[in-house]
């Protein structure tokens, strides 16, 4: 969740993922992005295809919910020949889905979303077909709109607060590189690509080495000791923290966790949660 105030870049920042994730393999005609490997959580086209499959490499699919897009749009249904028509969970399966705005949402279908996200399945309420969703949601948030229950805000992961820049030189340079970027987007992209590419690569590295990094137990106790301080002693909000601060190790090249990995993580995963 990025909160913050209207115009400081939130949403624009949520799109910058689609140039920094790696590439990840899929089925080739595959309306749900199933990946060659993971027959377990294959939707039932692939089931029946079997050995009869092709794959392909792509970015990792990154989607964009319309703020007022209908719950058919958004969950899929059948059209008038009665054929599945995939909606925004099916096609964002093992990608991201950008929610701007969320707090001018429908409580009942962002409730909905975050249910399906967290299980990785979506099945209608008719049961009539179900499939794969197994989605990150990155969701913007001006609190001017409104705030969202105690209750739905808990349930993302992490919280990060975005404020606008007031260094006069830094919004003079921010202004610079827009204007630069209008005049010559190709040339822009071009000129900044090394830059890019080795954030990404960072990135690529990062998620390879999260699965072999280890938190010690002095860190875990460490974890323990600050979620009951704070009256937060639940399973839920553990794991949250501790999957954050494997993150923290993995992205500075390590695969040991410290204690200052769980302080530089610990406001983005618990600020939101605790009532000023």
Known sequence: ?????????????????????????????????CHPKDRDNWCDGCKTANDDLNSYTARVPILELPIGASEKRIFGGFDHNSKLKPGFVGRVNNGYLILPRVNLLDPETLNRLLDISETGIHKSPLGDFIHPAEFKIVATMNPEDGELDDEVLERFSMAVRVNAIKDIEERIEIVRRV???????????????????????????????????????????????????????????????????????????????????????ADMVLGHRINE
């Open 179 to 265: 204007e630069e970027y209008r005049a010559d987007p190709e040339g822009f992209v071009y000129q900044n690509r090394r830059e890019m590419e080795a954030f990404s690569a960072r990135i690529t590295r990062a998620r390879d080495m999260v699965n072999r990094a280890d938190v010690p137990k002095k860190v875990e106790t460490a974890i323990q000791k600050t979620i009951k301080n704070i009256g937060l002693d639940n399973n839920w909000v553990v794991d949250a923290l501790t999957q954050a601060a494997l993150a923290n190790a993995a992205f500075d090249d390590r695969v040991w966790v410290t204690v200052d990995d769980v302080a530089e993580v």
């Open 1 to 33: 969740m990025l909160i913050g105030e209207a115009g400081i870049g939130k949403a624009t920042a949520a799109r910058g993922l689609r140039d920094l994730l790696p590439e990840a393999e899929a089925i080739t005609g595959c309306f749900y992005n």
